[in-house]
C-alpha cells in the first residue's frame, strides 16, 4: 500500500453489520487493491465494531464511530479523513464485482474525468424479491434507467451507492449538503454547475442489495420521490418530465375504480393498458434475468416502486 493511495473508500452503515460484512469481503477480494475504506457507523444500537475489526489484517481499514445525523454528513466525515486521490462512496447494503476498481483503472486510461457511477445489479445470492427489486431499479420500463442501466454520451449523475469524485471535486463543492434523501443527486447537481465532468462506467457496477421485503421497499421509494421535489426546490429545472411519471402512474391507479363507476369504456381502456405493461414488465424482466420467480415478483416490486415514488414525490409536492 502506497503512502497516499489512489482510492479512499468510505462506506456510511446504520444497524448493518452482517451486511457489511459481504462488502468488506467483496473488497478483500479486488484485484487492484490501492485504497483505503473508511467505516462511518452513524449512531447505531447495533455497532459493525467486530465486523471491521475481523478485517483489519487484510484492509487498510479505519471505523470512525458518531451519533447519528444521516448518510450525507457521514460521508462528510469520511471525505474528511481520506487521503486518497479520488472518493469512493458505496452503500452498505452493496458487493463490488472484483474488477470493481480494475474497471475504474482501465477507464481513467483513455477518458478524463472528475468524477464517475456505475450500474447495480442483482447478485445470484440475493433472494428472488431482491434481485426483482434490483431488475425494476434498473429497467427504462419503470424510469430506473436514469440510474445507470444504460451508456449514455452526456453528463452522467452519480448515485451513492455507488458514486465516485475526485479530491478537487470535495475541495470545491465541500462534499453533501443535505442529510438524507436525495442527497447524492443535490451534490450531483452542483458537480455539474461547477464544471466537472461525470461519467458512467458501465463495467463498474455494483450488486446493490436493497430492501427485504415490500414494505421496506415502499418506504425506500417513498423517500426518493420526497427527494426529488427537495432537489427541485434548491435547484431550478432539476425536476424533468420523467420524475412526473411515476406520480402520474399512481393517480392512474387510483382513479380506476372511480373511472369504472362512470366510464365501462374508459375503464376497460385504462385496464387493457396496465395489464399490456405488465406483460411487457414480465418479458423483460424475464429477458434480462432469466429467472421465472424473479420475473414473477418484479411486477410487484415495479408497482411497489412506481407507486411509494409517486406518492412520495406527489405528499412533497404538495406539502406546505
Avoid at 442489495?209 to 425506500?220: A, G, H, I, P, V
Avoid at 381502456?269 to 420475473?295: E, K, P
Amino acid at each position: 500500500m502506497k503512502a497516499t493511495p489512489r482510492y479512499s473508500v468510505i462506506v456510511p452503515v446504520y444497524n448493518r453489520p452482517e451486511e457489511l460484512r459481504e462488502l468488506l469481503d467483496s473488497l478483500t477480494r479486488q484485484t487492484v487493491r490501492d485504497f483505503e475504506v473508511i467505516i462511518v457507523e452513524d449512531g447505531s444500537s447495533v455497532t459493525s465494531e467486530p465486523v471491521v475489526d475481523a478485517f483489519r489484517d487484510q484492509l487498510k481499514i479505519e471505523y470512525i464511530v458518531k451519533p447519528n445525523t444521516g448518510p450525507g454528513p457521514s460521508r462528510n466525515m469520511g471525505f474528511s479523513r481520506a487521503r486518497g486521490e479520488y472518493f469512493v462512496v458505496f452503500d452498505s447494503d452493496c458487493i463490488l464485482p472484483s474488477h470493481y476498481f480494475e474497471a475504474v483503472d482501465t477507464y481513467r486510461q483513455v477518458e478524463h474525468f472528475d468524477a464517475w457511477g456505475g450500474p447495480d445489479r442483482g447478485h445470484k445470492s440475493f433472494t428472488p424479491l431482491q434481485q426483482a427489486m434490483a431488475y425494476t431499479m434498473a429497467s427504462a420500463l419503470t424510469t430506473g434507467g436514469i440510474r445507470g442501466g444504460g451508456k449514455r454520451l452526456d453528463w452522467f449523475q452519480p448515485r451513492s451507492f455507488n458514486m465516485g469524485l475526485s479530491r478537487e471535486v470535495y475541495e470545491k463543492t465541500h462534499g453533501f449538503v443535505f442529510s438524507r434523501m436525495a442527497e447524492d443527486i443535490e451534490l450531483s447537481i452542483r458537480m455539474k454547475k461547477a464544471g466537472f465532468r461525470s461519467v458512467l462506467i458501465p463495467e463498474a457496477y455494483v450488486f446493490h442489495k436493497r430492501r427485504t421485503n415490500l414494505k421496506q421497499f415502499y418506504r425506500q421509494v417513498f423517500n426518493f420521490g420526497r427527494g426529488r421535489v427537495q432537489v427541485g426546490r434548491a435547484h431550478s429545472g432539476a425536476i424533468k418530465l420523467t420524475h412526473w411519471l411515476p406520480a402520474f402512474f399512481a393517480l392512474g391507479i387510483v382513479a380506476l375504480p372511480v373511472v369504472a363507476l362512470f366510464s365501462k369504456a374508459l375503464f376497460t381502456l385504462g385496464f387493457s393498458i396496465l395489464i399490456i405493461y405488465l406483460i411487457a414488465l414480465l418479458a423483460d424482466a424475464y429477458r434480462v434475468t432469466q429467472n421465472v420467480s424473479v420475473s414473477l415478483l418484479s411486477i410487484p416490486a415495479a408497482l411497489t416502486q412506481l407507486i411509494g415514488y409517486g406518492s412520495g414525490f406527489l405528499k412533497e409536492w404538495f406539502s406546505p
